[in-house]
C-alpha cells in the first residue's frame, strides 16, 4: 500500500516536471542542442548532462560497490547527525529519506560531495563545485526548507517522529548499492 505521503511526494515531482519546461529546466534529449527557453541564450548540449570527468569512472564493480557502501554508510550517519542538530525530523514514510540518502551517496562517490539528488542539473561537476545545492543545500542551512524531505521541520505535515534510521533500513528500502 503506498503511504499517502508517496503519493503527495509523486504528485509534486510529476508537477515540477510538467512546469520545467516552461522555465526550461527539463532534461533534454542527448541528440539534441538548443537554446534554453524564450532566448535566454544558454546552449543544452549532449555534454550538458553527463559527467566528463566521474570519480567513479576508472572503477571497478567490486571498488564502485565497496565505495557505494562506505559512503551509504557516511551519508546515512551525517544526515542522523544534522536531524539531531537541527531538530528536524524525517518523513514519516522512511522511504523518502532512505532515497535521498542513497542519491546523496552515489553523488558522493560519482562527484566527491553529496549533490542534491532531487534536481536537474545542466553541470552537475560545475553545480558540485559552487557548492549551493550540496547537501545540507544552502535553503535548508538559512531557512530549514529541504525540498527533498530529507530534513522537516515537525510542523510539517509530512514529519515523523525519526531522528535517526539505520544503514541497514536505508539499504533494505534502496534495493541495495546498484
Not at 550517519?77 to 514514510?93: E, G
Not at 529541504?146 to 534495493?175: P, Q, R, Y
Amino acid at each position: 500500500m503506498i503511504s499517502i505521503a508517496t503519493k503527495v511526494l509523486t504528485a509534486i515531482c510529476a508537477l515540477f516536471w510538467a512546469i520545467s519546461p516552461i522555465h526550461g529546466f527539463a532534461p533534454q534529449p542527448s541528440h539534441l542542442t538548443r537554446a534554453a527557453s524564450a532566448g535566454r541564450g544558454r546552449e543544452l548540449s549532449s555534454t550538458s548532462t553527463t559527467l566528463s570527468a566521474s570519480k567513479d569512472a576508472d572503477m571497478t564493480e567490486e571498488e564502485r560497490e565497496i565505495a557505494m557502501e562506505k559512503a551509504l554508510k557516511a551519508m546515512t550517519a551525517f544526515s542522523n547527525k544534522y536531524t539531531q542538530n537541527t531538530n528536524t525530523y524525517y518523513c514519516s514514510d522512511t522511504s523518502i529519506p532512505a532515497v535521498v540518502i542513497k542519491g546523496l551517496a552515489e553523488h558522493k562517490v560519482t562527484l566527491g560531495t553529496p549533490l542534491c539528488p532531487c534536481r536537474f542539473y545542466e553541470d552537475k561537476e560545475k553545480e558540485a563545485k559552487e557548492g549551493y545545492w550540496n547537501c545540507p543545500c544552502v535553503p535548508m542551512r538559512e531557512r530549514h526548507e529541504c525540498h527533498c524531505m530529507l530534513f522537516l521541520t515537525e510542523d510539517n505535515d509530512f514529519a515523523g517522529d525519526e531522528t535517526n534510521i539505520s544503514f541497514e533500513e536505508v539499504k533494505k528500502k534502496c534495493g541495495g548499492f546498484s
